[in-house]
């Protein structure tokens, strides 16, 4: 069975631009829950879709924002982006969301402000 | 809501020697405890998960936690590590009724340093 994808892996942009960012999650999963990790916040949960619907979200400005196709393909996009979004995005997927369950993370996105 | 401490940033070890890493978290509902470990330039591996029942937890690799209500603490432990367990560590936490409302909450990470 195929992990969870993320692409593209890497990314460059300049301040003021936006990006998009893709994951597709484990067949079957239906839950895709996207994380940012810095060096100096660590890592932070930006927000959860289940069923093509924001359930959760973090604590971060509305130009993080997202979406959930019929697939539970998810992606998510940072419009006029500073340099501090900088990161390794993460996005996981899990059956239901439900936190007990075993979160499978992909490999990361990461995004190079400059 | 939750938080995590990872008291230790880097732990250096020897190979084949023992290894605890420490994990405290802090809490007013019950919880639920997560280690993960995140190889370079991979995404995180659940190493184990307390939700509930014993309190000793065994994962892969030969990991284990012992899960503290007392001390609130979930500290993972390898009886002999090898240069391969060479990674960060993450412990997290979310709320046991929380309905995932804040995602997990992750600790900042402790790079082990297996030395040869």
């Known amino acids: 069975k195929a992990g969870v994808t993320q692409t593209p892996r890497y990314l460059i942009k300049t301040r003021g631009q936006q990006v998009t960012l893709s994951c597709s999650p484990i067949s079957g999963h239906r839950s895709v829950s996207w994380y940012q990790q810095t060096p100096g916040q660590g890592l932070q949960f930006l927000f959860e879709?289940?069923?093509?619907?924001?359930?959760n979200k973090g604590n971060f400005p509305g130009r993080f924002s997202g979406r959930q196709f019929s697939n539970s393909r998810s992606e998510m996009n940072v419009s006029t982006l500073e340099l501090g979004d900088s990161a390794l995005y993460l996005c996981?997927?899990?059956?239901?969301?439900?936190?007990?369950?075993?979160?499978?993370f992909g490999p990361g996105t990461r995004l190079l402000v400059l | 809501a939750q938080s995590v401490t990872q008291l230790d940033s880097q732990v250096p070890v020897f190979e084949e020697a023992p290894v605890e890493l420490r994990c405290n978290y802090s809490?007013?509902?019950?919880?639920?405890l997560f280690w993960y470990v995140q190889y370079p330039n991979q995404g995180l591996q659940l190493l184990l998960k307390y939700l509930s029942g014993s309190t000793l937890v065994k994962g892969i690799n030969g990991f284990e936690a012992e899960f503290n209500k007392s001390q609130t603490s979930f500290h993972l432990r390898k009886p002999s590590v090898h240069i391969s367990d060479t990674a960060e560590y993450f412990c997290?936490?979310?709320?046991?009724?929380?309905?995932?409302?804040?995602?997990?909450?992750f600790g900042k990470g402790t790079h082990l340093i297996i030395q040869p």
């Open positions: 879709y289940f069923s093509e619907t924001q359930r």
């Open positions: 997290a936490v979310s709320e046991a009724l929380g309905g995932g409302a804040d995602g997990l909450t």
């Open positions: 809490s007013s509902v019950s919880v639920y």
């Open positions: 996981a997927s899990s059956w239901t969301g439900e936190l007990q369950e075993t979160q499978y």
